[in-house]
Nanobody, 136 residues
Framework: QVQLVESGGGLVQPGSSLRLSCTASGVSLDHNAIGWFRQVPGKEREGVSCLALDDISPREPNIYYADSVKARFTISRDGANNTSYLQMYNLKPEDTAVYYC????????????????????????WGPGTQVTVSS
């Protein structure tokens, strides 16, 4: 049984940093695509960042960031601990949301950008989410 659990959310002031963790069981994050997503009540879920093995060069993962988080967020994974991280710097009030991690299989030839955009069909295992609130 696949299970993903996020942690690390909280209430922080603008300009602060947070690191979210996503620990997996029942699936290897080393081989699957990983995604971080966020959702605000009443809005569509947004793809924040995704990581997947390159089709040609598996040692060079493909990474996608939403424009709103580029240069501020960093996605990574730790195979030894089967955990993915989303390091977030210079947080802004508009980053306030519930953050979810997900895992799935990237279809050959699917671009990393498409993978990380709705409807996220490649992601079949989701965590319950962790709340991030950025407020002064």
């Amino acid at each position: 049984q696949v299970q993903l659990v996020e942690s690390g959310g909280g209430l922080v002031q603008p300009g602060s940093s947070l690191r979210l963790s996503c620990t997996a069981s029942g699936v290897s994050l080393d081989h699957n695509a990983i995604g971080w997503f966020r959702q605000v009540p009443g809005k569509e879920r947004e793809g924040v960042s995704c990581l997947a093995l390159d089709d040609i060069s598996p040692r060079e993962p493909n990474i996608y960031y939403a424009d709103s988080v580029k240069a501020r967020f960093t996605i990574s994974r730790d195979g030894a601990n089967n955990t993915s991280y989303l390091q977030m710097y210079n947080l802004k009030p508009e980053d306030t949301a519930v953050y979810y991690c997900a895992s799935g299989i990237r279809r050959y030839g699917l671009s990393i950008a498409t993978l990380c955009r709705p409807p996220f069909v490649s992601f079949n295992s989701w965590g319950p989410g962790t709340q991030v609130t950025v407020s002064s």
